[in-house]
């Protein structure tokens, strides 16, 4: 099988740069850490290792020359195939997006609404409203409509986020397919007829 040129994908400012074994060693005594500061570790940890898994599968995809067989070798190594599609493009997205960026103020599950493909156009944008704010997903998504333009002038004024916005479905169609597009066609039928069972059934 043929190989592309890896592309260098490392790691440069100082907080992505530092190793996640810094904070399990011996010489970092969690037990002097307030509960406040042992969640603010624990997500720390948890987007660190995120972020290099997502550089390690960024590094490897370069290697293909396409994703098909890519995915037989994810396929061919079981640590990898453990995660699921749907989670491994979420950690290679964040990677490419955030690896040289500060994340300050910026939960994981925003990293991922942020560096998700279909808002590539106003990432930057978004990106920008949410470092160091500590927004809620529910208001990252609102900044992202806003972005597109989605959110009526009303809602804009206040500042008030609004999930479905202009009571227009599409933007959150595109982003519930977007999560599933790595399925079987069959498999991604099943799980949208299983929401809508459990909809039903509230």
């Not at 550089?55 to 994703?67: G, H, Y």
């Not at 997006?97 to 944008?125: L, M, V």
């Not at 599933?180 to 039928?189: C, R």
Request: proline share 4%; net charge neutral.
């Amino acid at each position: 099988m043929a190989l592309v040129k890896p592309k260098s994908l490392k790691i440069r400012n100082s907080e992505t740069s530092k190793s996640i074994s810094s904070y399990v060693e011996g010489n970092d005594d969690l037990s002097v850490l307030t509960l406040d500061q042992l969640a603010a570790r624990y997500e720390e940890i948890d987007q660190q290792s995120q972020l290099f898994k997502g550089l390690i599968l960024l590094e490897a995809r370069s290697r293909f020359p396409s994703n098909n067989e890519f995915g037989d070798w994810v396929q061919s190594v079981p640590s990898l195939c453990g995660d699921g599609n749907q989670v491994r493009n979420r950690y290679m997205n964040f990677a490419n997006y955030f690896k040289d960026r500060d994340r300050t103020g910026i939960t994981i599950t925003a990293c991922y609404e942020i560096s998700a493909p279909i808002n590539a156009d106003i990432a930057d944008k978004v990106y920008q409203a949410a470092l160091g704010k500590n927004l809620s997903v529910a208001q990252i998504k609102a900044e992202i409509a806003k972005a597109k333009g989605l959110l009526p002038e009303s809602v804009k004024a206040s500042g008030e986020p609004e999930l479905m916005p202009l009571g227009d479905v599409s933007s959150f169609m595109e982003q519930v397919l977007a999560d599933i597009a790595q399925l079987p066609k069959a498999d991604a039928i099943r799980v949208l007829d299983e929401c809508k069972k459990k909809i039903k059934s509230n």
